[in-house]
DNA sequence: CGTTGGATGGGCT
DNA sequence: GCCCATCCAACGG
C-alpha cells in the first residue's frame, strides 16, 4: 500500500484467495477492487473462475458470477501474488483504462465496505463506491441507495 | 430467496 | 495462536 500511486498490490486471503488493489495517492492509501463488468474474455474468465471451485465439472457460471468479488475477479484475471507490485503505467499485461463515455454519467453510490465487521472508526465511513443500477457489483447497499443523487 | 459452516496459509503478536 | 475487505456447497423457506 506504501507505494508509487498506480502500482499493484496483491495479497493472498484467508490462505486460498487473493484480493488486487491499486495503490494510490497519500501514505497507506489504496483501493481494492470489489468486482468488474466483464468486457471480453468471458469463456477464458468461465473456465479459470471453474478450475478453483470445489465440484470443477458442475454447472456453467453465469456472466454475473465471473467478476462479483474481489477475489473471484482476480480468479477470473489470473491474478496472483506475482502481479504484486507492478505498474500499471509501465506493465505490458495489466493495466487501466477510461470506460469509455456513456449516454450519460451513472450515480455513484458511496456505501460502507465489506467485510471488516466494525473494526474501528473507519469501518462505518462510506469509502466503498459503485456504480448505481450495475448488475455487475458484489453487494447492493439499498439503505446508502436512499441517499443518492440520480 | 435466506443462512451456515468448512477450506486454507502467510504474517504478525 | 489468531486475524484476514472470501467463496462455495448444502441446506431451509
Known amino acids: 500500500m506504501f507505494m508509487k500511486p498506480g502500482t499493484l498490490y496483491v495479497y493472498l486471503i484467508y490462505g486460498m484467495y487473493f484480493c488486487m488493489n491499486v495503490s494510490s495517492r497519500g501514505d497507506g492509501a489504496?483501493?481494492?477492487l470489489r468486482a468488474l463488468e466483464p468486457l471480453g474474455g468471458l469463456e477464458t474468465m468461465r473456465q479459470l473462475r471453474s478450475t478453483y471451485r470445489k465440484?470443477?465439472?458442475?454447472?456453467?457460471l453465469k456472466d454475473r458470477e465471473l467478476c462479483s468479488g474481489p477475489s473471484k475477479l482476480c480468479q477470473a484475471l489470473a491474478i496472483d501474488?506475482?502481479?504484486d507490485q507492478r505498474d500499471l503505467t509501465e506493465d505490458k499485461a495489466v493495466w487501466l483504462e477510461h470506460s469509455p463515455p456513456g449516454p450519460r454519467e451513472p450515480a455513484v453510490v458511496a456505501a460502507a465496505r465489506v467485510?471488516?465487521?466494525n473494526a474501528g472508526e473507519w469501518a462505518q465511513k462510506p469509502l466503498r463506491f459503485?456504480?448505481?443500477g450495475s448488475p455487475w457489483v458484489s453487494v447492493?447497499?439499498?439503505?446508502a441507495e436512499q441517499g443518492t443523487q440520480v
Open 30 to 32: 489504496c483501493v481494492l
Open 55 to 60: 465440484g470443477s465439472a458442475s454447472r456453467a
Open 81 to 83: 501474488k506475482s502481479f
Open 115 to 117: 467485510g471488516i465487521g
Open 130 to 132: 459503485y456504480l448505481q
Open 140 to 143: 447492493v447497499d439499498r439503505v
